[in-house]
Structure formats: structure tokens, C-alpha cells
């Protein structure tokens, strides 16, 4: 019986079926466990600050194995570090198994940074030229990555609505804030966060020019 339950699960896993890879995690004891997280993470894991990740709706495969690199040194962050520390499988499998079960919020469209020596009434005009420029570059790159110097689409392993894949544990980006999208990119890229297997997304990020990350991480936050 066990063995049948379990060749099932493992068969159900394969297909879009939310509930079986969280069976481990119990997502009410992770609530209560994730009220240490919210000052940061925000209710129910859309946080406030755009620097701190959302965590909502992420993929409790991925959640789990970020938390474990955390843990063991092979991701650094000064805050999360010591944080994920004090977890053990447990915490980590419950409070990835309540964040993957919440909804992410949206974004508004990013505002460009209005250049100082711009003339006021111009700038306006330009920067909302420049977003729509970015974001059509930004979905450009996103679906089908740049030729010429070899990006790989993200569409590949992203998926075509940001959905990541939870059997693989590539994360869901939908909506995330675009600047921990900007971070997180220029940190693959210099080689900062180092613990993505194979260093695929070093391998992608480090031939990526900062305005194709910063136009990819806007088109992603409004993905919905
Ligand atoms: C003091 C603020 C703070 C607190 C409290 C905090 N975090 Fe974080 N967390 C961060 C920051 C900042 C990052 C982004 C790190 C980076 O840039 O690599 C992060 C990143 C993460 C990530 C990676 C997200 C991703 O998309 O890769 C996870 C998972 C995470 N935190 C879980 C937790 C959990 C679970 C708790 C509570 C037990 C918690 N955090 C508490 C600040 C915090
Ligand atoms: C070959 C598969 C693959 C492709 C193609 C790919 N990614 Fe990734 N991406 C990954 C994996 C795997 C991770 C998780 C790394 C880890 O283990 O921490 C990741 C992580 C990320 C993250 C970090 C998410 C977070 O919450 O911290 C961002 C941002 C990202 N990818 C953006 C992109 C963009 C933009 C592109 C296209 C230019 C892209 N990826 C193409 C596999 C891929």
C-alpha cells in the first residue's frame, strides 16, 4: 500500500498537480512559522520593499532548495543567511508549502528614473517613450533571447507566463519587483550568487548588457 501511494505521488508529481509535492509540508503550521518572515516579506509574501523578494506563489521546490542554500553557504545574504540557519526541514518544508499556496500581488508599470539635467517637461515625455521601449525589448528577450550574443530565451525554462516549473524547481518570476530582478540578474552575472546548478544563469545573465536586464526585469514585474 505504501509503495503504491508512494509510485503514485511520484507518477502525480510529474503532472501539474499543486498538492502532491507540498504533502510534506503542513502549510497552517507554516503560517504561524512564516510571522517571522513577514516584517520583511511582507503579509502573506508580497512585501513591501522592492529589494526583498516576493514569495508568494513561488514554488515550494524551489522555496525549499534556496532555504537549504542559504543554510549551507552556497547562496549568501547577510539577512537571509543567519535566518535560514535556525530552520530546519521542517520549518523550511512547511513555510514553503504556505507561501506556495498564497497569490502574488501585482506591480504597477516601473517609473523611469528622471535623468537631472533633463528639461522637466520633456523628460516626462521621454522616459514613458523609454518604458515602452524597454518593456517591448524586455518581452523581445524574454521570449526569444538575443541571437548575436547568445542569450538563451527564458521562456525555455521560465515559461511562456513567468510560471517557472515546480518538478525542476525553476522558480515562478511573474511579478516579481523589478528591482530584486536587477539585483538578483547582476549578481548572476558577476558571478555574486553562484548557486544555481551548472551556473546556468551565470552562463545567461553574464552576456546579458545592463539595459537588457534592466528591460527583461521590467517586462517580467508585469507579468501576470
Ligand atoms: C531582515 C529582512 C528579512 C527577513 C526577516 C527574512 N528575509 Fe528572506 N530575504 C531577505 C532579502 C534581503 C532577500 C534577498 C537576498 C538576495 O538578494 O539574494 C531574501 C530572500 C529570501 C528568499 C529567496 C527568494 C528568491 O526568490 O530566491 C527566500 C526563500 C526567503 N528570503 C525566505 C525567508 C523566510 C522563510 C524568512 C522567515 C523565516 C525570511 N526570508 C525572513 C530579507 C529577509
Ligand atoms: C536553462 C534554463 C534557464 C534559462 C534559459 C533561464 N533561466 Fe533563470 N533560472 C534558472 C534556474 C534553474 C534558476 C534557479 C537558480 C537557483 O537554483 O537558485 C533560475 C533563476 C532565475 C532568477 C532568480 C529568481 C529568484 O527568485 O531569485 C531570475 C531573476 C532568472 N532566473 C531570470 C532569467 C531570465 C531573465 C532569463 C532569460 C534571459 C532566464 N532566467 C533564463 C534556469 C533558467
Keep these: 500500500m505504501k509503495n503504491k501511494l508512494l509510485a503514485l505521488s511520484i507518477a502525480l508529481s ?5 498538492v502532491i509535492l507540498h504533502a510534506e509540508g503542513n502549510s497552517k503550521a507554516g503560517k504561524e ?3 517571522a518572515c513577514a516584517g520583511c516579506h511582507g503579509e502573506n509574501g508580497n512585501s513591501a520593499v522592492t529589494n526583498f523578494p516576493k514569495l508568494a506563489q513561488q514554488h515550494a521546490s524551489y522555496l525549499i532548495k534556496t532555504l537549504n542554500a542559504f543554510k549551507s553557504g552556497e547562496r549568501n545574504n547577510p539577512m537571509m543567511s543567519p535566518i535560514a540557519m535556525g530552520l530546519s526541514d521542517k520549518d523550511m518544508a512547511d513555510i514553503a508549502a504556505y507561501y506556495a ?3 502574488i500581488s501585482t506591480n504597477s508599470l516601473p517609473v523611469l528614473q528622471k535623468d537631472e539635467d533633463d528639461d522637466e517637461d520633456d523628460s516626462e515625455a521621454s522616459a ?3 518604458i515602452k521601449e524597454l518593456l517591448a525589448l524586455g518581452s523581445d ?5 538575443v ?5 538563451s530565451a527564458c ?3 521560465h515559461g511562456p507566463f513567468g510560471e517557472g516549473n515546480r518538478p525542476a524547481a525553476f522558480p515562478t518570476l511573474k511579478s516579481q519587483h523589478a528591482d530584486y530582478l536587477i539585483k538578483t540578474l547582476i549578481d548572476f552575472k558577476s558571478g555574486e550568487r553562484s548557486n544555481n546548478s551548472e551556473n546556468m544563469m551565470h552562463m545567461i545573465a553574464k552576456k546579458m548588457t545592463e539595459r537588457e536586464i534592466k528591460a527583461v526585469s521590467y517586462h517580467i514585474s508585469v507579468m501576470k
Excluded: H, W
Design 128 to 130: 514613458s517613450e523609454d
Design 33 to 35: 512559522k512564516a510571522t
Design 101 to 103: 499556496e498564497q497569490k
Design 141 to 145: 528577450l524574454y521570449r526569444n533571447g
Design 155 to 157: 521562456i525555455a525554462c
Design 147 to 151: 541571437l548575436a550574443s547568445e542569450v
Design 14 to 18: 510529474f503532472m501539474s498537480q499543486p
